[in-house]
């Protein structure tokens, strides 16, 4: 079945370094987006992407990185420069422009100890 | 930046009862959906409705939305257990090539 698949489900983090969530698509979709989830609240975007090597910062970006070399591909990594990244981290995407349906991964818990 | 804001932030009822969720956005839109988030899991899409329209129904979904107040209404009728969920309306700003913007979310609760 077509979807969005995020691992790992859940991560642990030592202060100081950096990891790298991943994402996959088997949708076609064009467009991928990360999105961070505290408790309790919304998603606000960290960086979206709306073609292949082309990527934009969202609202919160900095501490993050990310890259777009495959279509199918949108890994994030959060970087030792994030100062509260403990969250859960939402991948999506969507067919085509930005006024349709956005279609989530399962997310990725990320504890930093 | 959040655009919708939902209200109530909690809403519990018992199984049977409806459920209304409201949704207010700031800025003009080019449509406005509604998700649903079980505990721990990504978000699921329930139901779009665009600018031009001011109604929509899916199964037991009703949405209205008022363009001229910036607000929408997601209605859940005869409430089940398996509806207790975080719902989220989110919406595309008008003329903008960029993303979704979620609100905060209500936390439905229905109580068996």
């Known amino acids: 079945d077509g979807g969005i698949t995020q691992s790992p489900k859940y991560l642990f983090r030592k202060e100081g370094q950096n990891v790298t969530l991943s994402c996959e698509q088997n949708?076609?979709?064009?467009?991928m987006y990360w999105y961070r989830q505290d408790p309790g609240q919304g998603l606000r975007l960290i960086y979206y992407s709306q073609i292949v090597n082309d990527f934009q910062k969202g609202d919160i970006a900095e501490g993050y990185s990310v890259s777009r070399e495959k279509k199918e591909s949108f890994p994030l990594t959060v970087t030792s420069a994030q100062k509260n990244p403990t969250a859960f981290y939402l991948c999506?995407?969507?067919?085509?422009?930005?006024?349709?349906?956005?279609?989530f991964g399962e997310g990725s818990r990320l504890t930093v100890l | 930046s959040q655009q919708g804001e939902e209200d109530p932030q909690a809403l519990s009822i018992q199984e049977g009862e409806n459920a209304t969720m409201n949704c207010s956005y700031k800025t003009s839109i080019n449509n406005l959906q509604w998700y649903r988030q079980n505990s721990g899991r990504g978000l699921v899409h329930l139901i779009l409705i665009r600018s031009n329209e001011r109604e929509k129904h899916s199964g037991r979904l009703r949405v209205t939305l008022d363009t001229s107040k910036k607000s929408s209404s997601l209605l859940i009728t005869a409430s089940r257990a398996a509806d207790t969920a975080s719902y989220f309306c989110?919406?595309?700003?008008?003329?903008?090539?960029?993303?979704?913007?979620f609100g905060s979310g209500t936390q439905l609760t229905v109580l068996p």
């Open positions: 989110a919406t595309t700003p008008f003329g903008s090539a960029r993303q979704l913007t």
């Open positions: 949708l076609n979709h064009d467009a």
């Open positions: 999506a995407s969507i067919a085509g422009g930005n006024t349709g349906e956005l279609f």
